[in-house]
């Protein structure tokens, strides 16, 4: 069965320390891949994507994502979070509907 | 532009009772994806809709159905409630089908608590 794993389920860090939030995907093929966010009481916003050429993307807000199509992942990285960072981070693979993984809360302490 | 719209925000309904939810997408979006999200289950897809058409489905009983309207505005359908049915339902939008692998927008969601 398709599916997308996401590593942490929560991670809680301090400002200015560097995030990375792991995702591995098991579709084989071409697929488009996403990371979205949700902010608490907002709804979910796009921070990146990623469909063909540099594997290395950059988002909204300081994010940015590696594709590494050999080991099937699309891990997010911020190298200094934020306090305002805080929320639920979506990874997201589209092949003919958008599957998400479960989710990781990031809580970042002031 | 205005963003994707849900109708009506929060829901409170009962057992055995149905439910119908709007969505407005983007101007200019053919493409309505449904989804649902609960703490358990995280976000599932629901089904799409295209130009009036279903064109994927996921793997929910019948008692989900929807449809789109001429002008891209979607409804979804929920009959017989259970109160497993209690989520957040989601709608997205898109200028493509999914599977064209165009970026879907999120709307705020609809609240469903099922009493």
């Known amino acids: 069965a398709q599916s997308v794993s996401q590593h942490n389920h929560h991670v809680i860090l301090s400002e200015a320390a560097s995030l990375e939030l792991g995702c591995n995907y098991s579709y084989g093929g071409t697929v488009n891949l996403f990371w979205y966010v949700q902010y608490p009481g907002q709804h979910l916003q796009l921070l990146l994507k990623y469909f063909s050429g540099d594997p290395l993307v950059k988002g909204i807000k300081g994010f940015e994502a590696e594709f590494i199509k050999s080991k099937f992942s699309f891990n997010l990285r911020k190298p200094s979070v934020q306090w305002s960072d805080t929320a639920e981070y979506f990874c997201?693979?589209?092949?003919?509907?958008?599957?998400f993984g479960a989710g990781t809360t990031v809580t970042v302490r002031a | 532009k205005a963003g994707v719209t849900q109708t009506p925000r929060y829901l409170i309904k009962t057992r055995g009772q149905q439910v119908t939810l709007s969505c407005s997408p983007i101007?200019?979006?053919?493409?309505v994806s449904w989804y649902q999200q609960t703490p358990g289950q995280g976000l599932q897809f629901l089904f799409e809709y295209f130009s009036e058409t279903q064109r994927n489905k996921g793997n929910f009983p019948g008692r989900f159905s929807g449809r789109q309207f001429s002008n891209s505005r979607s409804e979804m359908n929920v009959s017989t409630l259970e109160l497993g049915d209690s989520a957040l339902y989601l709608c997205?939008?898109?200028?493509?089908?999914?599977?064209?692998?165009?970026?879907?927008?999120f709307g705020p969601g609809t609240r469903l608590t099922v009493l």
């Open positions: 997205a939008s898109s200028l493509a089908v999914a599977g064209a692998g165009d970026t879907q927008y």
């Open positions: 101007s200019g979006h053919r493409s």
């Open positions: 997201a693979v589209n092949r003919d509907k958008l599957s």
